[in-house]
């Protein structure tokens, strides 16, 4: 019997697929504009130097940071500089820094310590329109980035795979690192609206790059509980996986305490893998993902 193809985002809004802590790591990254064709892997197939593109991104992961190509939406002048940016995520330490170079071989000298570049105090907004690697990142991301730059000329940028193709339109807000999943464009002012006054829409929202994954699924089910929208709100204060149950099978347990004015709040969670699903657009074979159940919550 054959399946019928339908897009991967499709297929996830059907399943409902849940958002909660699904935003991959990131503590730093480095962003570099390529204002020309994307290959599948941005930075390791042509159109970009193939060679070079290796070298940098051995050069940035070494460096325990992220890389992540960005271009302007819509029609684009034929590139004569390279933009990147520094863009530190972790709490406390939120930047960006820009820098310009004159050719991409230049971009291999760049110091990937934040010791250089112009602090910049304007956000940045990058949308996966990552086409060559998934189609729904074309079809659905490319709404998103065009309504969103509308709004915010300046801080939208299109980007690079950023992971979970199935949640499209994605989009992670600089330099908090947030990622949102499921966003259309009428949603994406709104998401970005909510950021600039420090607060996170629940709705589309994935979890935090610098945070791990108990703490963002604890984090979730603490704004459900408790109400509260801010950027800062419940951070956390430690995390413990009891190692009662078998991880592979979908059996872990984990308690994560969690910050408040109010006390601490102790979240009990069960961490879960899926039923088998294609999680993008190109897979031939079902995986299993990891999900969240809340088992307890309470405020000291």
Do not use: N
Request: glycine share 10%.
């Amino acid at each position: 019997m054959t399946v019928e193809w339908r897009p991967c985002s499709d297929r996830a809004r059907e399943r409902d697929d849940p958002l909660v802590a699904t935003g991959s790591r990131g503590l730093q990254w480095f962003l570099v504009e390529i204002s020309g064709a994307w290959g599948t892997r941005a930075f390791l197939d042509p159109p970009f130097d193939t060679e070079l593109g290796r070298a940098l991104v051995t050069r940035i992961e070494a460096a325990g940071m992220r890389p992540l190509a960005i271009r302007r939406t819509g029609r684009r002048e034929a590139q004569t500089s390279w933009r990147w940016a520094f863009v530190d995520s972790r709490p406390g330490h939120e930047v960006v820094r820009w820098g310009e170079v004159g050719s991409p071989a230049d971009l291999l000298e760049v110091p990937l310590d934040g010791s250089t570049g112009t602090v910049s105090e304007r956000p940045l907004f990058a949308v996966c329109a990552h086409a060559r690697h998934d189609q729904c990142c074309a079809v659905r991301g490319r709404q998103v980035v065009t309504r969103l730059a509308e709004a915010y000329p300046d801080e939208t940028w299109e980007c690079s795979h950023l992971g979970g193709d199935r949640f499209a339109g994605t989009m992670v807000l600089f330099p908090h690192g947030l990622y949102y999943g499921k966003v259309d464009d009428a949603d994406a002012a709104h998401v970005a609206e909510a950021y600039l006054d420090r607060r996170v829409v629940d709705e589309f929202y994935r979890g935090r790059s610098s945070l791990t994954h108990p703490v963002q699924a604890a984090q979730h089910f603490a704004r459900e509980e408790f109400g509260d929208d801010g950027l800062d709100a419940y951070p956390p204060l430690d995390e413990r996986w009891h190692g009662d149950g078998d991880r592979v099978l979908g059996a872990a347990h984990w308690t994560v305490r969690l910050g408040d004015a109010a006390g601490v709040i102790t979240v009990e969670l069960a961490e879960h893998l899926s039923e088998p699903l294609l999680s993008t657009c190109a897979a031939t074979r079902s995986g299993r993902v990891r999900q969240w159940e809340l088992r307890g919550i309470v405020r000291d």
